[in-house]
């Protein structure tokens, strides 16, 4: 098998993201840099949506839309249908208008993922976007393309739109378009849509050479321009890194809609061969398998073109051996890398690591894959080659053997841990999708039961369903964690599986996430419907019981008013008053009432329980009932008041009141009527009255406080803090205090006036003698509440500043967590042997700092356990404060300890590394070189002036300097690296000595182009200062002309200014031939330094001299003209001081002749003279207007031209003009008076005219009605002409007055004008006083008739609507009974009507006689009708009053409680299985709901029944009431069996199931311990783990101990379930007494199973005892045998011998453990073996080591005491042996030492070194018999001893 073929694997990694929560995943791929730009865009497009149809545009697009309106009317343009919008503003209105919007967008087939009408509603951001971009992309992207899209087969509408703007932007060089973001921010694509189709609107090159914003800008203006597209998108917004893909893909669809659409087939294969990192943005939906396994195989094949060091041409020797040597490097590395990896762990996150770490280790096998091969591949082309030696031949054989045995023996294993990581992977992903799953049944379980658990009567039920929401949502936050680890599943695809591997994995996961979205879903929509429920109960509560409260006061307050017996007036007022106080107040407070439906109707909306339902609508249908019968007693109490005035005799009272009380039914009219209702009398004496405004005052005041307060008292609820958290948004709450404070501070005025107010209406009361109980009573519980209220105020304040100082505490705390994270993070990242040798001693100090930082944490800590301590002894302070603080301080210590380590680790590491100077020396010269670099690069050619390229040189020079400066350090560099050379390691030598050569290259590279540049600066800096001050010459010369042509004016008429002038013009032309030659000199050496390289310095010297050359061009043709416009300015000014002097004489003469003279006349005829000649005068006058005009002009144009020449004749024009304004004005009022004058005269005179033909008309009128008949027609006409002509305006007659006033005052005609007023005056007051008389005489006459026809119009319409509604009720069969409040009412109405038909007989009996014609008058004819339809009324009232179908009720309640009756023996149960029964009990329900529903019948049947037998409207009152009394108890019989049943039954099911649920848990554990303990006790031995054996034998006594209890409380269940269920006493005994005897049995077992495993433990730790004291004494003897070298030799002995003697002794102790041991071993089998044998043989091994060790000792002492006896006698001798060989044999000796210390560690070795052991002993041996020196003799013959006797140590 080749090698390719043999490494020919391969991998594929698939991710599967679960669906964690319906909210992140429809807005999750969404950054938030783009919400905003989104948010502009799509509100642009629905503004543009809207303007086509006239509709207002939108503002704020999130809170727009939450109330649905808007988005139904944009629906209504996209579908063109109307849709209905509800009403209301509330939150439920804005609920349903939305839900309207998601159920058309279903209908339209639009697809939304998991948005709710509650995500809008509630203004989420990301839902909202995702909303409205699901219909942007049906109606505005695929509604565009659908024509398209259908013709080519497509679905995809993306790739659609993509290939049509690659295939219109292809001829664009410049454009290529791969996505919908990044290729459309530089604006050229948008560009080159437009001009592909619309070439003639903008030149193309000038568009390129556009910045990218000008270039979007540009695009859009044309689009909106020429294609009608409104600019949907801001440049800013798309050119950026990223833009919105959403945002352009609905811009892009405008354009596609306008342009002309090419798309084929070809231009879709084209998108769909792109590179997947830009197809994927076409791509719809998830990202699936294929595409991920595509993905993959992309970068296979990137990395597959790893280049190898070795080629197939021109092979030799050498490039094979660099090639093996790059390839064996590697695969050492690779095969260290490989060993290092950690064993698979058991979690699953760490899998997941270990499992991508190794993924990227075989996708570097696969990189190297190519090299290995082209090794192999090279050697066997040199072999066939020919050309090597056998040897060489020989050797490469031996070397690709090699290779390629470990590459593929690396490939094997790394192939193999790759399939055992991934099998354990899957099974642990595998066990998290099963819990998952488990959990999520277990949470539906618990949803469905809380589905079905019904809401109580009461709001504790609400509650408590919200707490047990709250706990589901907590355990959904917990469980969160788990499913975030499930994001991203990895799965092995390889060749033979396929893509069909991942299909179950696929499916399961979708399933899950389906699972896991709906319970996220169902939990938020119930949260939110049960708090909605909460608030909107809790208001409707709050609401009832403030009006309870209200209809109680004022039923007292209507219990205390006075109805009869009334003393005097006084009383009867008190009372009228009172009437009218609470009529007043119950027209206010109906508007509460209607609210108070209002919210029930919405809660009954909510709940969707017909119980609960009717409980809310049973109270307000009771506070109706209240309400309507206070009204009645109102009423009554009105009539009764209204006949006490009757008797009384006072007949303006009754009416008052009898209009009040037509007021409840006619509002309008009662308002009329009380207007012109005179007030009553006043009384006869003063007294004390409480004032009725002060009592409404007080009422609306309180009203106004209680109202508030329960207000804020919900408020305070809302924001008060139930729980505390770690991190908690407080500023909500705090603005809400803030506004209740606000809100309670502006209250508090309120409350003291209504103290104050209270009090004085107490002490008004009290001198009137009223009651003030219930002033008093309002005051205090105001009072009381306003109390309670402040404290609750100041307990939120206290427990929102308790929650922001956690928030600051926990601040810290992750400000403190997150600083011993970096530190950890440091630590993960710096501590690696490469780290430290990369960086040395930058490592450690960097470490050191660490370590030092951290501990100065400790301040900090102190500081954050005082603030732990100071909150902790805040009441109700959380625990959680102190155990935050507990687990950090462990944190902290445990990053301690790991940077201690890691500072001992670097200090260590450190050692071999060069020395600090060296590497600092190195790095500062590095540093200097890389900055001097950096500097140096900076090009010559940005140079673009003087002081710029000045700069440049001195900075040159100054790197220039530096790098001198740096030329020790480096020769010091040089010879150190050389130094090191000789003590460092190779690979460590290498590295340094590269980089030091780089540095010294570095250094040579940049002191040459830092020399160049400083040539080239000096060669060019004085040439530049030249041309700098010829260019600063001109520019003087430039800014003096500038400013003198910009500032200075030529003066008409100043010769000193226009002298001065051209004096200065002279100076500037005599300066232009200087500034010639300095021109001209500029522009030598801009021709000289054309050529120079320095490009910048070029530009900026042409650019220079083509700005003089201009400006000296342009400026000196402007200074010669000037110069020439001077001497034009001195001509225009003499001859306008003539014409002014002659207007001024011409005025003074018109001054003397008009308006010198006074006037006087004394008749009309001298008026009318003088009028006509001032008249003759103001025309002479207007005529020189002209000439004023022309001279006027004339100054003026002067003045502009030059101002300060022309100052003197404005000056003098002003005045003349000024007194020629004076003369006009003068001869105007006086002409304009005199015409007024004779005015004011004509115009007296017409009015005098007028008013004489009035007073004629008015006297007329007055005699006509002396004589009228007492007719109302004839009234009526004559007040109606008396009145039209008494509304003659007064305007003439003031005009008259002032008039002839004004001419009196003035001296013209006052005789002539007295006379006449005087006359007229006289007549108008005589005949004004006689027509007022004669008028207020009709109108009282009207008036009465007028009141009395309205009484009887209104009785009559009252009548004829009773009538009809009797008429009604009487046909269709319905009594008073089905009606009783319709019933109350109209005998109400009946009584009222008798009474009012009374007073109006009584008050018309004083009627005139019939009249001569015999015909009785009108009201009386009348009256009798009324009369006759009254009696008839009542009759049919009476009618009414009688029950239709009593009897058939009465017999329907009857068989429906006889049913219920039948159906009792359901109540009866025999069974304990809990499914039977929930069977009786859900019978038992269907009779409790029977008797609920029929309850109210019956009971309205016997309440029917007993009115029918009290008013004897029955044959036989008797039987019907037996009947009923029967009835009755039967009911309140089943009542009282049904209730007891159900309860009982209620519990025998719960004792049941719970009996049943226990019974099984306790029975299933039982019997698998019991398993266990059968297979435990049966097993051949024990475990190896005795202390696990022991400690789950007592686990499982303990857990005893607990089933012990439940044991019992299933006794307890029997025994309560015996009390409810008869009979079942056998069953229920068999039942436990079957779990005592397991339990029993269990114990038993478990007792005797524990004493045996601790029996055996006790032998264990008898054995190790012994085989520690004889180890111990082996161990003191192993170390004294070792130090015998190194003592004298008589102590050796004297140890020797103590040894040898405790030998024996502890021979027999072993002895006696191998007995013990042999006992161990039979006892419990192999488990025991394994435990007591390994020991065994140690102690044996050791045992017989150190016996061995003992004897060698001895010999050696032996052979000492020998040898030392023999040299004594023996003689010196010459030294006859070689001194090389001796140095030779000591080296052999100390390496053969050295060997055999680590044949000792690895036995496994001995044989190989052996051989070589005994040659060096052998010739030692020899050695020894030659001559040498005593010590010499004595230290060689010791060492080969100790060879000897540790080689005879190792081979025994």
């Known amino acids: 098998m080749s090698v390719q073929a043999a490494i020919a694997f391969r991998w594929k990694k698939n991710n599967f993201a679960l669906l964690n929560d319906s909210a992140t995943q429809a807005c999750d791929h969404l950054p938030d840099e783009h919400n905003d730009v989104q948010k502009k865009t799509f509100t642009k497009w629905i503004n543009s949506r809207f303007s086509k149809s006239g509709k207002p545009p939108i503002k704020d697009m999130f809170t727009d839309l939450k109330d649905g309106r808007k988005l139904l009317d944009l629906l209504e343009g996209l579908t063109g249908t109307s849709l209905p919008k509800e009403r209301g503003s509330t939150r439920v209105h804005a609920l349903n208008n939305v839900n309207r919007v998601l159920q058309v967008l279903h209908q339209n087939n639009v697809e939304l993922v998991n948005i709710g009408g509650t995500d809008i509603v509630d203004g989420n951001h990301k839902l909202t976007l995702g909303l409205l971009w699901s219909i942007i992309l049906h109606w505005q992207v695929k509604d565009v393309m659908k024509d398209i899209m259908s013709d080519l087969q497509q679905t995809n509408s993306e790739k659609i739109l993509l290939s049509w703007v690659r295939q219109s932007t292809r001829p664009y060089s410049q454009v290529n378009v791969l996505n919908f973001t990044t290729s459309w921010a530089d604006g050229l694509a948008f560009n080159a849509l437009l001009h592909r189709h619309k070439p003639d609107l903008f030149n193309w090159d000038r568009v390129t050479k556009m910045s990218p914003v000008e270039r979007l800008e540009h695009a859009f203006n044309k689009a909106q321009k020429h294609l009608g597209i409104e600019k949907l998108l801001d440049p800013e917004d798309v050119a950026v890194q990223l833009p919105d893909k959403k945002s352009i893909i609905m811009y892009l669809t405008s354009l596609f809609e306008v342009l002309p659409q090419q798309v084929t087939m070809e231009d879709i294969r084209e998108v769909e061969t792109l590179p997947r990192r830009y197809k994927k943005e076409c791509e719809e939906g998830e990202f699936t398998v294929q595409a991920a396994a595509a993905e993959e195989e992309v970068h296979e094949g990137s990395r597959a073109e790893t280049p190898s060091t070795v080629t197939e041409m021109d092979m030799d020797l050498d490039s094979y051996q660099v090639a093996l040597e790059e390839v064996l490097t590697w695969l050492l590395s690779a095969e260290d890398t490989f060993q290092e990896q950690d064993d698979i762990s058991d979690d699953v996150e760490e899998v997941k690591e270990q499992f991508a770490t190794h993924e990227e280790f075989m996708m570097e096998l696969t990189a190297h894959q190519s090299s290995v091969g082209s090794v192999l591949q090279a050697g066997n082309q040199l072999i066939t080659q020919g050309t090597l030696s056998d040897e060489e031949e020989f050797e490469i054989q031996e070397q690709m053997t090699l290779l390629n045995s470990r590459w593929e023996a690396l490939r094997v294993e790394s192939m193999d841990r790759q399939s055992r990581l991934h099998d354990v992977l899957m099974e642990l ?71 069909g591997a991942t299909a179950v994995l696929e499916d399961q996961l979708q399933k899950l996430g389906e699972r896991w979205t709906a319970v996220c879903r169902w939990t938020e929509e119930r949260w939110n419907r049960l708090h909605e429920i909460n608030v909107v109960w809790q208001e409707l509560l709050e609401e009832q019981c403030l009006l309870k409260a209200w209809l109680t006061e004022k039923e007292e307050a209507l219990n205390k008013v006075q109805t009869s017996n009334f003393k005097d007036q006084k009383e009867l007022s008190v009372s009228v008053r009172r009437l009218a106080i609470l009529k007043e107040d119950m027209e206010m407070k109906r508007q509460t009432l209607d609210q108070l439906s209002e919210i029930g109707q919405d809660m009954n909306q909510l709940l969707d329980n017909p119980r609960l339902s009717k409980k809310i609508n049973s109270d307000s249908e009771e506070l109706t009932q209240r309400w309507d019968s206070l009204v009645q007693r109102l009423e009554d109490y009105s009539n009764q008041v209204t006949q006490a005035v009757a008797k009384l005799g006072m ?55 209680l109202n508030w307060i329960s207000k804020s008292n919900s408020a305070i609820h809302s924001i008060d803090i139930k729980e505390y958290k770690k991190m908690r948004d407080t500023l909500d709450m705090k603005k809400k205090l803030e506004v209740l404070e606000k809100e309670q501070t502006e209250k508090s005025s309120k409350l003291n006036e209504l103290n104050h107010s209270g009090k004085n209406l107490l002490e008004q009361m009290g001198k009137e003698g009223l ?91 102190e500081m954050m356990s005082s603030s732990c301590m100071d909150l902790m002894s805040q009441p109700s302070a959380p625990s959680f404060i102190q155990k935050s603080l507990e687990s950090f301080i462990d944190h902290y210590k445990s990053a301690q300890q790991n940077l201690e380590e890691c500072q001992r680790q670097l200090e260590k590491d450190l050692k071999s590394q060069p020395g600090d100077d060296y590497l600092e020396t190195l790095k500062t010269v590095k540093d200097m070189l890389n900055e001097s670099e950096n500097k140096a690069q900076i090009s010559l050619n940005t140079l673009s002036d003087l002081s710029k390229v000045e700069k ?47 540095v010294q290259e570095k250094w040579n590279r940049l002191k040459a182009s830092i020399s160049r540049d400083i040539h080239l600066l000096e060669e060019i800096i004085p040439q530049l200062r030249v041309f700098e001050a010829d260019s600063k010459v001109i520019e003087k010369w430039v800014n003096g002309v500038k400013d003198f042509l910009m500032t200075e004016q030529a003066v008409q008429g100043d010769a000193e200014g226009l002298q001065r002038q051209l004096d200065q013009c002279n100076v500037f032309v005599n300066e232009m031939e200087t500034v010639d030659s300095s021109l001209k000199e500029m522009k030598e050496i801009e021709s000289v330094l054309r050529s120079h390289p320095v490009a910048g310095v070029k530009t900026w010297v042409q650019k220079v001299l083509v700005d003089s050359q201009t400006q000296w061009e342009k400026l000196s043709k402007q200074i010669a003209i000037q110069k020439n416009k001077l001497s034009e300015s001195q001509e225009k000014a003499m001859n306008l001081k003539k014409d002014l002097a002659e207007m001024q004489e011409w005025m003074t003469q018109a001054e003397e002749e008009y308006l010198e003279k006074d006037f006087e006349y004394k008749s009309p005829e001298e008026l009318e003279s003088a009028v006509e000649e001032m008249k003759r005068a103001k025309e002479d006058v207007l005529q020189k207007e002209v000439r004023v005009k022309i001279l006027k002009d004339s100054i003026k144009l002067l003045a502009a031209k030059v101002p300060s020449g022309g100052e003197e004749l404005t000056s003098e024009l002003n005045v003349v003009l000024e007194n020629y304004q004076l003369l006009c004005n003068r001869i105007r009022g006086k002409c304009h008076t005199l015409e007024e004058v004779w005015s004011c005269w004509i115009e007296l005179l017409h009015y005098l005219e007028l008013e004489t033909i009035w007073l004629n008309t008015l006297e007329e009128r007055v005699q006509s009605t002396e004589s009228l008949p007492e007719k109302a027609d004839a009234l009526n006409e004559a007040l109606e002409s008396l009145e039209s002509v008494l509304r003659h305006p007064a305007d003439n007659r003031t005009q008259i007055r002032e008039l002839g006033q004004t001419l009196i005052d003035g001296g013209i005609l006052d005789d002539i004008i007295s006379e006449k007023l005087e006359n007229f005056n006289s007549r108008y ?95 009386g004819s009348q009256m009798d009708l009324l009369q006759r339809k009254l009696r008839e009324v009542s009759t049919k009232y009476q009618l009414f009053q009688k029950p239709a179908n009593f009897e058939q009720r009465m017999l329907d309640c009857k068989r429906v409680l006889d049913g219920v009756k039948a159906d009792l023996h359901v109540l009866d149960v025999k069974d304990v299985d809990p499914d039977v029964i929930q069977s009786h009990l859900d019978k038992c329900m269907k009779l409790y709901k029977t008797l609920s529903e029929v309850k109210l019948e019956v009971e309205t049947v016997i309440k029917t029944g007993r009115q029918i037998v009290q008013k004897q409207q029955t044959d036989n009152p008797k039987g019907m009431d037996e009947q009923l009394t029967s009835l009755k108890f039967l009911y309140n019989d089943l009542g009282a069996q049904v209730t007891e049943g159900k309860q009982d039954l209620e519990r025998a099911s719960q004792l049941a199931r719970k009996m049943r649920k226990e019974t099984a848990l306790l029975s299933e554990w039982l019997t698998v311990t019991e398993a266990e303990l059968v297979q435990k006790s049966t097993s051949e031995g024990l475990l190896s783990d005795l202390d696990t054996e022991i400690a789950w034998a007592k686990n499982v006594l303990k857990h005893l101990e607990k089933r012990k209890f439940d044991l019992n409380n299933i006794t307890d269940i029997r025994a309560a379930l015996q009390s409810l269920v008869e009979g079942s006493e056998a069953t229920l005994e068999e039942k436990v007494s079957v779990l005592n005897a397991g339990w029993s049995r269990v114990r038993t077992w478990t007792e005797d199973w524990c004493n045996t495993l601790l029996n055996h433990q006790s032998q264990l730790e008898i054995f190790d005892g012994n085989v520690a004291h004889i180890s111990t004494w082996l161990y003191q003897a192993e170390a004294l045998l070792d130090e015998i070298e190194k003592k004298p030799i008589n102590k050796s002995e004297e140890i020797v011998k103590r040894l040898t003697s405790e030998l024996d002794d502890v021979n027999l102790q072993v002895e006696n453990v191998r007995d013990q041991a042999i006992i161990l071993m039979g006892a419990r089998g192999l488990a025991s073996s394994e435990l007591v044998e390994p020991k065994l043989a140690e102690l044996n091994r050791n045992f017989e080591k150190v016996s061995q060790h003992i004897k060698s000792a001895k010999m050696l002492i032996d052979q000492e005491l020998l040898s030392k006896k023999i040299f004594v006698k023996s003689q010196p001798v010459e030294a006859g042996v070689h001194s090389m060989d001796l140095d030779k044999l000591e080296h052999d000796l100390q390496n053969m030492l050295r060997v055999v210390e680590k044949q000792s560690d690895e036995d496994e070795k001995v044989d190989e070194e052996k051989a070589q052991i005994e040659e060096v002993l052998q010739r030692g041996e020899q050695m020894l018999q030659h001559p040498m020196e005593d010590s010499k003799r004595e230290e060689i013959r010791l060492q080969l001893l100790l060879l000897r006797t540790r080689h005879n140590n190792v081979k025994v």
Request: with cysteine.
């Open 429 to 499: 992903q595998k066990k998290q999708l099963e819990q998952l799953s488990d959990w999520l049944t277990l949470t539906e379980e618990r949803i469905q039961k809380m589905e079905t658990c019904p809401l109580d009567d009461d709001l504790q039920s609400l509650k408590k369903q919200l707490e047990e929401h709250k706990e589901l949502q907590n355990d959904l936050e917990t469980e969160q964690v788990k499913v975030n680890s499930l994001t991203h599943m990895v799965v092995i695809v390889d060749e033979n599986s396929g893509e």
């Open 651 to 705: 007949s303006q009272v009754p009416q008052k009141l009898l209009l009040e009380t037509v007021s409840i039914r006619e509002k309008v009219t009662a308002k009329k009527s009380k207007q012109e209702l005179p007030p009553p009398p006043p009384p006869k004496k003063r007294q004390v009255h409480v004032d009725p405004e002060a009592k409404k005052k007080f009422d609306a005041v309180s009203s106004e406080l």
């Open 771 to 861: 009651s003030t109980d219930d002033v008093k009573n309002v005051l205090e519980k105001v009072l009381s509440e306003w109390k309670d209220v402040a404290w609750k105020l100041e307990d939120v304040s206290r427990k929102i500043q308790l929650q922001e100082d956690i928030n600051a505490y926990f601040k810290d705390l992750d400000e403190l967590e997150k600083a011993v994270k970096e530190k950890e993070e440091w630590v993960k990242n710096s501590t690696f042997s490469d780290t430290t040798q990369q960086y040395g001693p930058g490592l450690k100090d960097s470490c050191q700092w660490e370590l030092t930082h951290l501990l100065s944490l400790g301040p900090q800590i």
């Open 952 to 998: 440049a040189l001195q900075e040159k020079m100054a790197l220039e300097e530096i790098l001198e400066d740096q030329k020790p350090s480096l020769d010091k560099l040089s010879e150190e690296t050389k130094t090191l050379e000789r003590c460092l390691p190779h690979d460590i030598k290498n590295k340094y000595q590269q980089e030091f050569e780089n």
């Open 1325 to 1419: 007051e005589e005949l004004s006083h006689l027509a007022e008389s004669r008028h207020i005489s009709l109108e009282k006459q009207v008036q009465t008739m007028r009141e009395t026809d309205h009484m009887l119009q209104v009785l009559q319409e009252s009548l004829t609507e009773l009538d009809k509604q009797l008429t009604t009720y009487l046909t269709d069969r319905i009594d008073a009974f089905q009606v009783p409040q319709e019933a109350q009412k109209m005998h109400a109405e009946i009584s009222a009507h008798e009474l009012t038909l009374e007073e109006l007989r009584r008050n018309m009996r004083p009627q005139p006689p019939p009249s001569p014609e015999g015909r009785t008058p009108r009201g």
